[in-house]
Structure formats: structure tokens, C-alpha cells
């Protein structure tokens, strides 16, 4: 006796009612049974709800959609943004969006508050070129033929000239790399998130070749490695048309929500 079958209204006597039933029954912004429970027009109801509900740019005039504000002003703000403003060029409706929008846009993080790393895929491979060069500091006729290339495919860094680099290069062999390992391999490796590490070949007793992790040369290679690292970070927010554009680009995928 006490159970007794869930009852569905069909009537409603405001657009917030005709809302809340939607999203109980249909878990969306649904206007034609919004529009049926209230006998309202679908019109009447955007401009009762503005502010809780809004049209999503794109959507068709003859079947617009709308979402609510909590779902709306979530996500890619940024993105979003973006996309009302473009729609208001068509029509000025949107303008509640970029609004809204506005006041829900994150706070832009400063140079400061951005850890950039060696190998971190979103900055330009044009930037490491330039670190490299600036760095290094290739003889010219090296500079043509040493270039930081990075395949999406792989997810791969690669320094094409690393293993043309002459033995006197002091940068190289001295400064940023070791006999071992000069700083091109090094940097390559630091940009594909690998510790450096050397290996020595003994032969055994039985006359079969290993490898084997020599500690001296590996913790030496890995200074150099953190040497590099350290003068990315100096030298990355130097500039300011790079750190312009790289706090920008920064805030735009990683700072949108």
C-alpha cells in the first residue's frame, strides 16, 4: 500500500517550473516540452529564463538548444568565450554569453607562476631551435645542419647533426656534455624526458659483451644535463615577445576551466 507509481506532472505555471521538470525527466534543457508543460512560447521562455539558461552558439535558429548556467559556464571558458563573441557578429542575442562569460573567465597565471620544462610538447620546436643555438652556440657551418624536430606521431624529439659535432667544440664536449656524450645527445634526451646515463662494455669470462651502468661518467653527464635544464628556465621567459606569447598560449590550454 505504500508504494505507490511515480506521478509525471504535465503542467506548469512558471518557465522556472517547466525548467525543473525538464531536467528531472529529460536530464536537459528541452524547449518544446518545456513549452508544452507551461503553454508557453519557446521565446517566452528564453527571455523568462535569461541568465539561467543560455542558447549554445551554432545551434540552428529553426531548433536552437540551450543549456544551463551551470553547465555553460564551465569547462573551456576560454573556448567558449571565443565562440560567443564570433556568434554576436551575427547576432546580438549572444551578448548574454559573452557577458557571463567575462565575468567567468580564470585568472591569467603570470611568467612566474608557469613551470616550463625541457620537453614539454606545447612549446614551438622553433623555440628550442633558438634555445639551443643561443646555448651552444654551433659553429656556423653546423648551424645548417643541427635542427630540433618533434614528431606528434611518436610523440619524439630528435637533434638531426648531434653525432657531426668535431671533438673540439668546448660547448659540446666541455661545458654542457662530457667525452661521453656531448650536450646535443643531452639535450635530446632531456627533451624526451630521459635521464642521461653511460654505459661501459666489459667482455665476461665466457667472452659474451654487457653493458654495464658506469656511476662516475653518469653522474657527471647528469650535471651537465641539469646545467642545461637550469639555463632553459632562465632563458625561456627572457624575451619578452616569447614570454608574451608563451604565457599566452599557456593560459589558453591549461588555464581555461
Known amino acids: 500500500r505504500t508504494i505507490k507509481p511515480q506521478r509525471v506532472l504535465d503542467k506548469a505555471d512558471t518557465a522556472s517550473e517547466a525548467l525543473a ?48 548556467a551551470d553547465e555553460y559556464l564551465s569547462g573551456n571558458v576560454r573556448k567558449k568565450l571565443e565562440q560567443a563573441q564570433e556568434a554576436t557578429k551575427v547576432s546580438p542575442i549572444f551578448q548574454d554569453n559573452v557577458d557571463a562569460l567575462l565575468k567567468a573567465q580564470p585568472k591569467d597565471l603570470e611568467a612566474s607562476e608557469i613551470d616550463v620544462r625541457l620537453g614539454a610538447t606545447w612549446i614551438d620546436k622553433n623555440y628550442i631551435q633558438e634555445f639551443m643555438m643561443e646555448l651552444l652556440q654551433p659553429p656556423y657551418y653546423m648551424s645548417r645542419i643541427l635542427k630540433v624536430n618533434y614528431s606528434p606521431f611518436t610523440a619524439e624529439w630528435n637533434i638531426t647533426g648531434k653525432g657531426n659535432i668535431s671533438m673540439s667544440d668546448v660547448n659540446a664536449y666541455t661545458t654542457y656534455g662530457t667525452v661521453d656524450i656531448n650536450a646535443y645527445a643531452i639535450l635530446e634526451n632531456t627533451l624526451n624526458l630521459r635521464d642521461v646515463k653511460i654505459y661501459d662494455t666489459v667482455e665476461d669470462p665466457d667472452g659474451k659483451e654487457r653493458r654495464v651502468l658506469n656511476a662516475k661518467k653518469t653522474t657527471l653527464a647528469q650535471q651537465k644535463q641539469q646545467i642545461i635544464k637550469d639555463a632553459f628556465r632562465e632563458w625561456i621567459w627572457k624575451g619578452p615577445e616569447r614570454r608574451q606569447t608563451l604565457v599566452k598560449l599557456y593560459n589558453e590550454k591549461f588555464n581555461a576551466d
Open 21 to 68: 521538470l525538464s531536467i528531472g525527466e529529460h536530464a536537459c534543457v528541452d524547449m518544446p516540452y518545456m513549452a508544452e508543460l507551461s503553454g508557453k512560447t519557446e521565446e517566452e521562455i528564453a527571455s523568462e529564463l535569461r541568465g539561467v539558461i543560455f542558447r549554445l552558439p551554432g545551434s540552428d535558429d529553426d531548433n536552437p538548444q540551450f543549456v544551463t
